[in-house]
């Protein structure tokens, strides 16, 4: 059974500050990894995309790597700002499915200081 | 090209009547996911829809819940006879084909139970 597990789960830091958020899977057998953010009350929005064959996957200032022989994921946040502050949300697609359903990890909830 | 649309945002019931979660899915969309976030739990997958199928429910309650997506018109998540445990934050993602696309998700039913 396939478990997504994020680390911290909570995380302070000053603003400017770089930072990594981590994400680790039971099972490498995945087809694809997706991060997410999720402002309080609000939906989820799609920060990155990596497929298995991918090794990382960069948007503006966040960057997602992948070892899916290693079962783990990170988020590299550069130049953090207090509009970053969110729940970060890693999920993971079996590769073994055929119905694209993603499972999720906990979140690490990140606030970042002015 | 609005996003992923779910009504009501928030909805209040009492125990034993029923609630019905309404989600459009992005245009050119065809595949819909529920999934449903439990109070202080992470995103757990519920069912996942193509028009006029239920391809994968593994993720359903047995009873009280069921799912639809109909030729015309939104997809639909109904539970009947809700009670306390029922209240969480509902949401629906779409995807265009193939499966594993990148999943977009709407901004969540947020149903308390009373």
């Known amino acids: 059974k396939q478990e997504v597990t994020q680390i911290p789960a909570a995380l302070s830091v000053p603003e400017g500050e770089n930072l990594v958020l981590n994400c680790s899977f039971t099972d490498s057998a995945i087809y694809n990894l997706q991060w997410f953010r999720q402002d309080p009350g609000k939906g989820l929005t799609s920060l990155l995309l990596?497929?298995?064959?991918?090794r990382e996957q960069t948007s503006g200032r966040l960057n997602a790597s992948l070892d899916k022989s290693s079962g783990r994921s990170t988020l590299y946040i550069a130049a953090s700002q207090p509009g970053d502050s969110a729940t970060y949300l890693c999920a993971v697609r079996l590769g073994s499915s055929n119905t694209g359903k993603l499972i999720f990890g906990q979140g690490t909830t990140l606030q970042v200081k002015p | 090209n609005a996003g992923v649309m779910q009504n009501p945002r928030h909805l209040v019931r009492r125990r034993g009547q029923e609630a019905r979660l309404r989600c459009s899915p992005m245009k050119g969309h065809s595949h819909v996911y529920w999934y449903r976030q439990l109070p202080e739990e992470g995103l757990k997958f519920m069912v996942y829809?193509?028009?006029?199928?239920?391809?994968?429910e593994s993720g359903m309650p047995k009873e009280r819940f069921s799912a639809e997506f109909p030729k015309e018109g939104p997809s639909i998540l109904r539970i009947q006879q809700v009670v306390r445990g029922d209240s969480a934050a509902y949401f629906c993602?779409?995807?265009?084909?193939?499966?594993?696309?990148?999943?977009?998700f709407g901004q969540g039913t947020r149903l308390t139970v009373v």
């Open positions: 993602a779409s995807s265009q084909p193939p499966v594993n696309t990148e999943a977009f």
């Open positions: 990596i497929q298995s064959s991918q």
């Open positions: 829809l193509q028009k006029e199928n239920i391809i994968d």
